[in-house]
């Protein structure tokens, strides 16, 4: 891990990441050593760590802005990582696993990631997702500060859009930053049916056809959240926010 653990550094820069944190926490050498040196030609401030433990550690001292983190680490798993460091700060985490399986992936959206890659993939698309869940946290905070009016209610579900919080049947329901993204686009046209590629483009600003699977995971999650019978699948096309009948 690296040893430089003080504060942001003061050059100004006009690059995308400027002054934005990234902690990748990775066991294998060589992948560390790519995934920090894209991120660093990309502008972001990097730091590493190779177990779970100074995974942590490491979180708790420097305060990074996102976690690129692996889920098979020494000490104990990316999943752990990801539940202690979000009981302390909600920071986005974009998960890798090295097994393409769907309840990991379920699993690791469930303990508070908001993104998952699957290897091998590429550093291009790898920049581009650290780059969409920082956007997205700058757009929820300035959301936060110019709400809009009202409470959106589709039945027994309700969107509130200034505090970001979702209800069914009055109960609180807790969405990752990018659920509650996911259900707004639907809840905007409401029975409408919207295709994965528009998801992938509206909500993670991705065009690329290969990144549907992940909205595909992210619409189970949000299914098992908010209840199966309310997001309607469209085989072959999409999905669509059911509504009570009129």
């Not at 040196?37 to 305060?63: H, I, K, M, N, S």
């Not at 379920?106 to 969409?132: C, I, N, Q, W």
């Not at 469209?234 to 669509?240: E, I, Q, T």
Request: proline share 5%; net charge negative; aromatic share 4%.
């Amino acid at each position: 891990m690296e040893q430089n653990l003080n504060g942001h550094s003061g050059a100004a820069t006009t690059t995308p990441g400027a002054q934005r944190r990234v902690l990748v926490v990775e066991d294998d050498p060589t992948i560390v050593d790519a995934i920090a040196a894209r991120l660093r030609a990309e502008g972001f401030q990097v730091q590493t760590a190779g177990d779970g433990p100074a995974a942590v550690d490491t979180a708790e001292a420097w305060q990074p802005d996102l976690l690129v983190l692996d889920v098979m680490l020494p000490g104990f798993d990316g999943l752990e990582v990801c539940r202690r460091v979000q009981a302390r700060r909600p920071v986005p985490v974009l998960m890798l696993t090295a097994r393409d399986d769907e309840t990991d992936m379920l699993v690791g959206l469930g303990v508070g990631a908001d993104d998952y890659m699957t290897k091998p993939f590429s550093m291009r698309e790898l920049a581009a997702r650290v780059h969409v869940l920082l956007r997205r946290v700058e757009r929820a905070a300035l959301a936060a500060h110019t709400p809009r009016s009202g409470i959106l209610r589709l039945g027994e579900l309700e969107i509130d859009h200034a505090q970001r919080r979702v209800r069914v049947r009055g109960s609180d329901v807790h969405l990752t930053p990018t659920e509650f993204d996911l259900l707004v686009c639907l809840a905007n046209t409401p029975r409408a049916v919207l295709s994965r590629e528009q998801l992938l483009a509206e909500v993670w600003d991705w065009a690329d056809a290969s990144g549907t699977r992940t909205v595909d995971s992210h619409i189970k999650a949000l299914r098992r959240k908010i209840g199966a019978e309310r997001i309607r699948t469209v085989h072959g096309v999409g999905y669509a926010l059911e509504t009570p009948a009129a």
